[in-house]
DNA sequence: TTTTGTGAACTAGTTCACAGCT
DNA sequence: AGCTGTGAACTAGTTCACAAAA
């Protein structure tokens, strides 16, 4: 299963939610794709690579697939979620309502600023000492690791949080990063985004 | 030219930057491939779509290669980006070190709360109401609209955000949108992020 | 009749491998 | 000898189109 569409199965999940909270009991692949901008033979396919969720002349049963998708996402169960780096880009990860709303627990904040370690974040997440990170992993306590430090640093905390036996590793510093089999990296580089932007208006922008 | 290409693009960019700090002056698609883990191939297709950069026997001159890069990214000239959304996350990214050392220029924060509005985030980026986006745009003064506003807002705020001219929109918000062509969306979806990697482990994450 | 699930066809993207230039 | 630029081969991802099920 690739990378893509675990996003989609995301964003399906989402449109299950809206469908529910309209009152939608029931769906079919064509009428979400309409109604989403998505294309019906895709949501069809990602569904059915997982099991038989959809009743043929009907579609698919809103709540029943929603179930369906939050445990193949894990979601079945809290997701806990350390951050390291307490910058402007850390705290607002941390205080960031959409992860709350799906069921992520932002466990806490990491930082070495002894400027900032003690103190915590708008809501309330308290920043920690980076060293007690690989404690806290190696308890149990961080399933997933959001990594916003300052690009020279970003190695380093790579391979602490390798080291500290986490297998998730959402990566918003930019450089060119590696991780050892077994270990997901997902890299979210802002200046990339926004330079593929520049690069659209400046080829002219008509595609 | 794809999407991911432009993606790449930015990233060859970066690598340069780092090789001329380190007084790197001519590098070969191998060895650049090898240092920050890329495909030497990839390279040297991307940028031959382009022109005619390298020397054979040689590799690719850094500065040079730098220069054609940032033209092609259209980065010799200043970008002007505004922010729509002024919440932790709309002004974390306004004082995002990351856009300014590539030259792009954080014109403005707008939000509609009048808490707010008036006041500027820690770097100094003033925040202005909504209102004022739409002249400003019209006056040729943003180039990219980045849209960070609640998931309910988004539709409102990226309808303003077409209707003022502007052909390129980084959307940090939740939910399915549509731009009509010739405008660029690009989505940087966290809660998807985050769950992708959810699914990973879920899954027993081997792979 | 409606809609799923899915093989087959298609499209996009990546990597190989080597001719040709320096 | 070394490295680029590029056609050809390959791999991955998407969409079509339809048989089978409710």
Redesign the interface.
Known sequence: ?S?LT??R???Y???LTTLEADGVKTISSGTLAER???NAAQIRKDLAYFGEFGVRGVGYYVADLKTHLR?????DQP?R?GIIGA???G???A?????R??G?VIVALFDTDPECVGRQS?KGVHILHTDEFKRMAKAGKI??A?VAV??DAVAGVVDLVVKSGI????NFS?????VPP?V?L?N????????????????G???
């Open positions: 299963m990378d675990a996003g199965l995301s964003v999940l989402r449109c989403f901008h998505l445990a193949i996402l894990g979601l997701v979620v910058g402007n880009l705290r607002a990860l205080d960031y309502p959409g992860f709303k799906e992520f708008r399933n997933i959001v300052p690009g297998r998730a590793v959402l930019p450089g060119t990063i590696q077994g997901k997902k979210v580089d802002l200046t990339v985004s926004l330079e593929s932007l520049s690069f659209f208006l400046a080829r922008g008509d595609d």
